[in-house]
């Protein structure tokens, strides 16, 4: 049976998961349960949920999507929860993508100062990344993730049967999370690299997670290690910023591999990372993900962006660079410069 323990929470897998959430609710004599979904956990996820353990929550559903990850969304959640008597033993469970785990644990964390929650990620990318690490928030405007706090849920579920619901767009999107947790610690790497196309199991999520879940346990709160987990998230955040007004959205791994082939170019550059490794990510995530075409326009806006990245200090923007394969180092200052010619990197 997998499991993972956290500094102060337990990572479940499948049935297990569900058996803990039952005990969980008999030791803790929580007054209200709510569920928070949206249109497409609601859909596809919820008479799941509910078939694995009997239990009648109240649902709150939200819309679906990045865009919706804001104030106002949360604002309507607090109003449900009071307008339906929502106390201080109330549990909260998020069942969703990372939008879902993000800013449900910031509405459970900031309501009545702080109600329990437990995250059932139902996305690759909630499950390797956004429901593990203890991070909530939502955006502001176009910046991501920039209100929020550190909140631990009670509980996170890995439940793979949920990633049955999901396209094969959104599997590539969390895969590219995968992806850099296998770079920035060398493991798996030589078994994915090489390939053209997308490679997952249940070994490789519990992999993932647990990496992740190592570096958060050394440095909850992003001061030193965890910094190591924002590689290609300097550029991929603001180009996903960049899109979320647009048309045509970017999902989070779609914008975060280009980040990583455009960090792993400055890395050469800065940290001697080695070229021919750095081609290699490219030929990998290129043969993955759509190749996306930016003009000088576009690029000045993002750089625009990553000007609020919260990684950055004193205004100076901050990259999380490669030294190798396996090796991090932190707060490297780059100048536009350098992240421009990246862009020419990843073009050509
Ligand atoms: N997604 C990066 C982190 O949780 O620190």
Known sequence: ??????????????????????????????????????????????????????????VLKIKSGEKYKNLETCKEVWNNLTEMDADRMTLIINLGGGVITDMGGFIASTFKRGLDFINIPTTLLSMVDASIGSKTGINLNLLKNQIGLFSDPQLVIIDTNYLKTLNKREIKSGYAEIIKHCIISNSFFDDLIDRSSIHYNEDIIYNSIQLKNKIVSMDKLENNIRKNLNFGHTIGHAIESFYLNKEDKLLHGEAISIGMICESFISYKKTNF???????????????????NFNKN???????????????????????????VGKVEIDVEIDEKLIMDSFDFYSN
Do not use: Q, W
């Open 274 to 292: 080695s070229l021919e490794i750095a081609n290699k990510i490219k030929t990998h995530l290129n043969s993955i993900y759509p190749k996306i």
């Open 1 to 58: 049976m997998k499991k993972i323990t956290t500094n102060s929470y337990e990572i479940r897998f499948s049935n297990d998961g569900y058996d803990y959430l039952n005990s969980l609710l008999s030791k803790k004599s929580y007054s209200k349960l709510f569920v928070i979904v949206d249109e497409n956990t609601d859909k596809y996820c919820l008479e799941y949920f509910k078939s694995k353990t009997s239990l009648k929550p109240n």
């Open 298 to 324: 576009d690029l000045k806006e993002i750089l625009s962006l990553m000007k609020y990245d919260k990684k950055n200090y004193l205004n100076n923007i901050r990259f999380s660079l490669l030294k190798e």
